[in-house]
């Protein structure tokens, strides 16, 4: 059976999401061919996000507007914590470890959700922590997936704590060795007892989204303990990005015209 065809909603939000995700402002064209909208749909449905504060309008490219940059972090947050919780609570259970959910902010990551089991209890949980990125894994993990431009706000805290960013022992190629290998491992760098590994998840190829940690007592994690982690840290971490990229895309070309004498832009 054909698809339902997409609502006036639907349509916005194709809209909406298309101009958020571009990698650069999109022109009307663009925007139309992404959502598969006629052009002169497409341009009537901007108009009133535009309005609405949804879509900002830079001469012929068109920018996340406002109601967008406004909207609730710590909202989107809990969205991701309830999302991510039976994820975290899996690999918790499968690995014995303490595994926390972190997401960067301006110039670290902030762990934003924690299971710990009892056994663990005398590891610090760190919630609602803002970790920099030469201290811990999670900040490594997720800064070593960015590209190197974005980089630079996450490095001056290592910087200003007199952390060598260069040479073979410097934290630039500390990222770069994570951003091979796909995982971050800290061995008691900071709490002598602790060890952690972190892996992050990146939805499409883009900014990574957040990071998976576990971490447990470092005398417990040798050489094949640590492959173990690393296999159900991957698994998990694939299994968290299948549920933040599993989407519902919408399909269907509309006929809708602007009125009369209305002009349109390329």
Not at 47 to 55: K, M, N, S, T, Y
Not at 116 to 138: D, K, S, W
């Amino acid at each position: 059976m054909p698809g339902s065809p997409r609502t006036a909603v639907d349509k916005a939000l194709d809209l909406v999401e298309a101009v958020a995700r571009s990698p650069r402002p999109p022109r009307l064209t663009d925007l139309a061919e992404a959502v598969d909208l006629h052009r002169a749909t497409a341009y009537r449905i901007l108009l009133d996000l535009v309005r609405r504060g949804w879509v900002l309008r830079a001469g012929d490219h068109y920018l996340p507007g406002t109601a967008v940059l406004q909207l609730s972090a710590a909202a989107a947050r809990h969205s991701l914590v309830a999302l991510a919780r039976p994820v975290l609570v899996g690999l918790s259970e499968t690995t014995e470890m303490m595994v926390n959910l972190q997401v960067l902010e301006e110039d670290r990551s902030r762990v934003i959700d924690v299971v710990r089991p009892e056994r663990l209890g005398m590891i610090t949980r760190l919630l609602g922590e803002a970790l920099p990125v030469h201290r811990f894994a999670g900040p490594l993990a997720l800064v070593a997936a960015l590209e190197p431009e974005a980089r630079a706000p996450y490095l001056r805290p290592a910087e200003e704590a007199g952390r060598s960013l260069d040479g073979p022992e410097g934290l630039l190629a500390e990222i770069a060795d994570t951003r091979r290998s796909g995982f971050a491992v800290e061995h008691g760098r900071n709490e002598k007892p602790v060890a952690s590994l972190s892996r992050a998840v990146v939805v499409d190829r883009g900014t990574p989204l957040c990071a998976l940690t576990v971490v447990g007592l470092d005398a417990e994690i040798d050489a094949a303990r640590l492959l173990h982690l690393k296999e159900r840290l991957r698994e998990a971490t694939e299994e968290l990005g299948r549920l933040l990229s599993s989407t519902g895309t919408g399909t269907g070309t509309a006929t809708t015209e602007v009125p009369a004498g209305t002009e349109v832009p390329a």
